[in-house]
């Protein structure tokens, strides 16, 4: 029974999806692109592949088009569903685009990695709202620029009060970006819903992070696939 397979190529991971044809997700992650590519001759259904990211992607899509037909989505796939909800769709990423057709409805979309970016859907139109620094990129770029002060963990515990630098730069890493991007999402429903929206979805590799720091009222639920939903929904 054949298995359609979905490969998200990020910068330094591809994370690839085997639909089956029950509609059950299965993720795997792959750093290495000769391990990626003996797993991917396993596979005799389609091919989908979202390059996300710049580093792998070219490498990827070639030895995978040398071996055989793949569907690349690009940018240019999704003129009509931006519309002109952006002024600059050439810098869109293509991962903002999968993460709201993936949603199924209103709500906005949470995505946590290297950055974290917040955008929803209203009426069925997208609608963009922020792109700001991940967990690990905060930590490591206050640690980068003062040097004195320590690298957090994202395993670290935030509490108030702090009585240590550590704690008061685990507070700020961790609560902060927590806050922010919740703080951001809130302004951003209530512009568009009036209130709460009718989902936050949180993805990426610290979802369930931002998922334990959530303070606020809106239910949020995580869902590791939701560019991938984004991906059947195009394709």
Same mark, same amino acid.
């Given at each position: 029974?054949?298995?359609?397979?979905?490969?998200?190529? +990020? @910068?330094?991971?591809?994370?690839?999806?085997?639909?089956?044809?029950?509609?059950?997700?299965?993720?795997?992650?792959?750093?290495?692109?000769?391990?990626?590519?003996?797993?991917?001759?396993?596979?005799?259904?389609?091919?989908?592949?979202?390059?996300?990211?710049?580093? $792998?992607?070219?490498?990827?899509?070639?030895?995978?088009?040398?071996?055989?037909?793949?569907?690349?989505?690009?940018?240019?796939?999704?003129?009509?569903?931006?519309?002109?909800?952006?002024?600059?769709?050439?810098?869109?990423?293509?991962?903002?685009?999968? @993460?709201?057709?993936?949603?199924?409805?209103?709500?906005?979309?949470?995505?946590?990695?290297?950055?974290?970016?917040?955008?929803? %859907? &209203?009426?069925?139109?997208?609608?963009?709202?922020?792109?700001?620094?991940?967990?690990?990129?905060?930590?490591?770029?206050?640690?980068?620029?003062?040097? %004195?002060?320590?690298?957090?963990?994202?395993?670290?515990?935030?509490?108030?009060?702090?009585?240590?630098?550590?704690?008061? %730069?685990? @507070?700020? /890493?961790?609560? +902060?970006?927590? $806050?922010?991007?919740?703080? /951001?999402?809130?302004?951003? &429903?209530?512009?568009?819903?009036?209130?709460?929206?009718?989902? %936050?979805? $949180?993805?990426?590799?610290?979802?369930?992070?931002?998922?334990?720091?959530?303070?606020?009222?809106?239910?949020?639920?995580?869902?590791?696939?939701?560019?991938?939903?984004?991906?059947?929904? &195009?394709?």
């Amino acid at each position: 029974m054949t298995q359609t397979t979905l490969l998200e190529i +990020g @910068n330094s991971t591809i994370k690839v999806a085997h639909i089956a044809p029950g509609g059950d997700i299965a993720i795997e992650r792959y750093s290495n692109l000769e391990a990626l590519l003996r797993r991917c001759e396993l596979s005799d259904g389609p091919i989908i592949c979202a390059p996300v990211g710049d580093a $792998l992607s070219t490498p990827t899509i070639e030895r995978l088009e040398a071996a055989r037909e793949i569907r690349v989505l690009r940018r240019e796939e999704f003129a009509g569903f931006i519309g002109d909800s952006y002024d600059t769709p050439g810098t869109l990423g293509l991962d903002r685009i999968l @993460n709201l057709l993936g949603m199924g409805g209103d709500g906005v979309a949470i995505s946590c990695g290297t950055a974290i970016t917040i955008d929803a %859907v &209203a009426g069925g139109r997208p609608v963009w709202g922020a792109i700001m620094p991940g967990f690990r990129t905060a930590a490591e770029g206050l640690h980068a620029r003062v040097p %004195v002060l320590p690298l957090v963990g994202l395993d670290a515990r935030p509490g108030l009060p702090a009585r240590t630098s550590l704690a008061s %730069v685990t @507070n700020g /890493v961790l609560l +902060g970006t927590a $806050l922010g991007a919740e703080g /951001v999402a809130r302004l951003l &429903a209530r512009d568009l819903f009036g209130g709460a929206p009718p989902r %936050v979805i $949180l993805t990426g590799g610290d979802a369930a992070l931002l998922k334990g720091l959530w303070g606020g009222e809106e239910a949020a639920e995580v869902d590791e696939a939701l560019l991938f939903r984004g991906m059947i929904a &195009a394709a």
